[in-house]
Structures are given as structure tokens and as C-alpha cells.
């Protein structure tokens, strides 16, 4: 676009598109949905429900990572000990099925995703070669933080040794210890534990050992990570957090080599849990490590702390960030009426906005409440307008938590997970919203309404990985061109806009936050985006219906707009010389 000012453009070329599956659930047909129900009774989702069929009908869709969550076998009230496999205690597991972040053993996968058990790491990497062969990446949860409390690898590669197997458990704290411990205490089982699986003995472990969210104490609450256990990366919590890095601590070395133990199996990523709770010395030690073996490989950090995010970029060396404490909860106060649309501006200057490109942004994961359900937005049609600028505020990767786009709605307690409003990760059950698409997958079985939030997001998912502004532009942001009474009916906390522009394109995104009325306004463009001021300006509606406007412009730049309520409007602008 000649008339666009001389910029010195950055093409970032990672406007990567993530699928959360949470695949226990996800290939689940079985619609019993009983409360606490078992593996017999409420079923779960396979591997092999991830056919080249669904494969190819997810790259259609528009994903190009797939984030395969609950691979890793974790702590279940489920006996696979017929296999070889140990039991859990179930006073130490949280739900039937369990919690994928309670890991029991890093070196297997969970048996009940295999169709034949004994063939389970078998079946995990056929996945992954479909998955490639799809022509999609697999990312798959890394926790590094905590384990199971009964951690115990069956199958461990020979040389590899068992987290706290060279423990010296006399100790509170040692560098040489993969745990940390409170010696001469007895672990206590939390008040209100009552799991629905019979046991013979209540859960001993002596002695206790700290808790995955940091707490130092033989009796961790209901409420903390009680069925988890912390991991000594050398830091001494107790003795103003001293640092022990040098020799490099054991369990530095054991992670480097489970790592390396999926990555050689082909996984394309990781999503880091609970990032920020490790050093972020090991992040910078480990992740050159692994990429000088697998450069491709990715590493994505679950992070809450905007202070913090610089640090895991540059010295951690991480790829992408979580953008939750950030844009997640600017628009979620937004959807919920009770946000300020100034907020956003606010993100990306004060969180994101020198490396903007690396945050990865969503609305729904397996943490987070689902949009359409009561506790939420109610309606999947309440995230559209916040979608869409998650996806084009700049260049960084979207999420899209499965299920998200066929508007599942929980409204009912599945078992350990409670009523919540969030789909459970400790429970056997299946999605009703989703489940007819799963025999054909495709999109013409679901029902009209459903079919409608599935094309609205295969469309966004396109709409972004097609144009160049989007996926490889500059972006500026309006609001202080606008707001604050400079231009007519520009109301700033609830009327937001930007431009996103390279040489070839430029696009204007225009949001209306205002859940009750549409709004009339008048919206300036800024100058220094453009070499010359006397140009003329076409303004042509894309992506949902608006009207094709034109504009000449001397000095000024600017237009009247009417946007929905709840919505947003995108112009693509074509420029010439007057």
C-alpha cells in the first residue's frame, strides 16, 4: 500500500492457532454423565478418537497445534493393576478419574486413553504421527512443579531414576533432594476428604512431605494441592528462599530427561504448568538444551505474574506466555458489564507490550470457566466481539479450549469437580454439545444454533491466518486519539479500536462493549499511519455485514460508524491519492 507510511514493518509469523483437547473427555460418546460415575459407567474419550478423520476436520477448521491434554499417566482411583500399573490411594486423588497435573509417572501415558493398555505409549505416538501427518503439531502438558504422592514410574527407561528413590528424608532441605520434607511429621489427610472408592488403611506417608503449592506443613488443607507434591529445584523456601544451582541439582537433570524422552517421540511442544513456581534458572538452563536437540519444539509458560513476564522470555527463554491476569480478565469484566474498555489499552502497554507477539491469548481452558455457562457470559454469542479481538489485537497465538465452539454450557456437577461452571478435569464424562459431531465429524449433524458458533469460529480462525495485517502487521491503537470527549459519541470505556496495517493491507477493528444499545460514533484515524494527508479512502465491510464507506481527507481523518451492541464492525481500507 504505497501511501502507508514508511514503518519499519516487523513479519512475525506466529500467529499460531491452538486446540485444546482434554482428550479423557473429548472422544467420549458415552452420553450416561452420572454423578462420580466410573470408567465403566460414564466411559472416556481414546487416542484413537483422534482419526486422520477428526484430524483432518480440525486442520480444516483452521487449528495448527493441537495441545493433547492428560497424556501423561497421573494419580486415579481407577485400578489398572491388572497391568502392572500400582494403585492409588484414593485419600491422595482428586476425582474417579483424577487430576492430569497430579502426575504419577512421567515416562507413560494414562492407560485408560489406550484401547488395548499394554499397547497404551504405542498407541500415544501413532497419535502423534496422525497428528503430523495431518499436517498439525502436538503440544502436550509438562508439570514440573509437583508430582503424585505416590510417584512411582513402572516402565522408566533403564539408568533413570525415580523421583526421592536418593531422598535423605531426615532433611527439610537439601540440593541433593527431589523432595522437601517436614521431618518427624506424620502426613495428615485433610478434614473432608471422603472419596466414593472403599479402602482397607487410610493413606500413610511418612514422613510428610511439602505440598505442590508451596506449603510447608504435614497438613496441607482441602483446599491446597494436597494429592500433589512439591519438587526441590535447590531453591530453600524456609531459609529466605536461598538458590543452591551450583552443582546443578538431580532433579534439573531428571527433567532435561523426560523432556528429551518426548521430544525424541515426536511431541512438537510443551505447555509448561505452573511455570513461574520454578526457577526460572532451570528454564534457562533446560529449554537451549532441548531446542539444540529439537530447535522446533516450542515451550508455552502458564504465568500470572506481568512482572515476571519479561524474565521468562528473555533469560527463560520461553516461546509464548498465558495472557490470563492480562487481556483474559480485561474482557471477561467487559463480558460480564461490569469492565472498562480502557483496560485493554492498559494491557498492552503496561503487560505485553513490547513482546506482544508472544502472548498467548484465550477465553476458555480447562482452568477457566466456560463462556456460555451461568457463572460466565451464559451465551457462546457474549465472547464473539471479544474473540475476534483476541485474535487480531496483535500477532501472538489464539487458544481455543474444545467444546468452546460448539458453546458447551456446564450446568451440572460432575462429580469431585462441583457445579462450577467449568468442564471437569477430575470426573469421567462426556459433552452433549459436542458429542453428535464426534460419529462424523463434520458440522452437518449439530443443531442450527450449534452449527452457527462452530462457522462463526472456523471463520474467525481464517479471517486471521489470511490476512497479513492481522497475522503480520503493525497495530495501533486509537483510544487516545478518540476518547475522552475527541470525538463525538466516542465513549471509551465501553467503544474500542485499532488499526492493524502492513504494506499490502490495511484493516480498522471497531468494538462496541455496550451490552444493552448499539452506538453511533465518530471515529478518528490517525495521520501518521499515512505518507500523505490528501488522499481518499474506501472503507469496505469484511468478515460480517457494515457499510462500504468512502472518506476524503485533508487534515482530518475520520468517519461515523454504528456498531451493535456487544459487537464490532471491520473495515478493510483501501488508500489512493486524491
Sequence with gaps: MSVISNINFFYNMDKISVYQIFLRVFGNKNTTNKFYGTLSENGTGKFSDMNAKALKALKKFGVSHVWYTGVVEHATMTDFSAFGIAKDHPQVVKGIAGSPYA????YDVNPYLADEVPQRMA????LVQRTHKAGLKAIIDFVPNHVARQYKSDVKPAGAVDFGEKDDNSRAFSPSNNFYYVPGKHFAVPDGVNPPVAFDQPYAEYPAKATGNDVFSEAPSINDWFETIKLNYGVDYLNGR?????????????MLDILEFWAMKGVDG???DMAEMVPVEFWHWVIPQVKSRHPEVIFIAEIYNPAEYRNYLDYGNFDYLYDK?????????LIEGHGNAMDISGVWQ?????????MLRFLENHDEQRI?????GKTPESAYAAMMLSATLHTGPLMIYAGQEFGVRPDKAEGFQGDDGRTTIFDFWGLPELQPWLGSYTTAPLEPKTAAVHDYYERLLHFMQKNEAVYAGEFHDMQYLNGFGLSPGYDERVIYSYLRFSRKQCLLFVYNFDLQKERTFTVKLPRSVFKDGHIRM????VFAEGEKMEVKAGEAISLDVTVPANGFRIWEIEVKKA
Design 270 to 272: 510443551f505447555r509448561c
Design 123 to 126: 498407541e500415544f505416538e501413532a
Design 538 to 541: 474506501k472503507f469496505k465491510p
Design 103 to 106: 502426575i504419577r509417572d512421567y
Design 350 to 358: 503496561k503487560e505485553s507490550g513490547h513482546f506482544s507477539q508472544k
Design 325 to 333: 491476569v492480562g487481556l483474559y480478565d480485561a474482557l471477561r469484566r
Design 372 to 376: 456460555a455457562s451461568d457463572e460466565f
Design 242 to 254: 536461598r538458590k543452591h544451582f551450583d552443582p546443578i541439582p538431580p532433579t534439573w537433570k531428571q
